[in-house]
């Protein structure tokens, strides 16, 4: 019963809160990784998202949104290249920058501005010392969640399911998101996903219940979390 109301207490608060998160500063979340760097096969990151995005809007990619210069972004980018006369290599530099149109980045859901800030709650309590792919990785299970049938089909009520984070149950979840948070929450929306699809993730330094671990299949490390599918 402690436990149960526990759980019920920090899940309040955790919606109280979100109110108090600054509306500027949840919405100044802008773009400007895009054209920083030339961008080649292995790389990934929010940039890279948002080139596949555009690609995909020109109908040169039709691969997954997922962050990751692969195979496929590969190819997409020398289309791109071929069609606009420049050199064919796949590696999206700063003439291939100059002559990709104005296109807008759209996020992969379309939600309230009070679930990005829930979002970026949930990933400050359970990727507190984490680097930003770490961040990115767990707004990306939450997000590959909706898309299962397994889980509820909302951010809210995934992150509200109980006994899925403990981050709601120490409280972890109710500090205040920084701005790191809320690039990561935006970056998992706009499709980068490092985890590749996991719907699961657990560290195993302090994980004590793991005997489901052996009914997922292991997908990746990322920083101090293993994730699962």
Known sequence: MLSRNKFLISVVLLLIMVSFVNLKEAEALDLDEFGSRTLQRGDEGIDVA???QKLKQLNYYSGNIDGIYGGGTVEAVKRFQSENDLKVDGV????SFDLMPELK???????SRDEIILLARIIHGEARGED??????V?????NRIKSNRFPNTI??????????????????NYYPGEEE?????????????????IFFYNPDIATNT????????VTRIGGHVFLR
Do not use: C, H
């Not at 999206?92 to 003439?95: L, P």
């Not at 980045?105 to 939600?111: C, K, P």
């Not at 707004?139 to 997000?143: A, C």
């Open 132 to 137: 930003f792919k770490g961040k990115v990785a």
């Open 50 to 52: 948002v080139l596949q």
């Open 182 to 198: 809320l690039q990561a929450a935006r970056a998992s929306l706009l499709g980068y996903d490092p985890t590749m699809g996991s």
């Open 211 to 218: 005997a489901w671990i052996s009914q997922r299949n292991f």
């Open 105 to 111: 980045a759209e996020l992969s859901y379309n939600i």
């Open 156 to 173: 809210r009520d995934v992150i509200l399911q109980k006994g899925q984070f403990s981050s709601l149950m120490d409280g972890q979840a």
């Open 139 to 143: 707004g990306s299970v939450i997000l």
């Open 92 to 95: 999206f530099g700063q003439s």
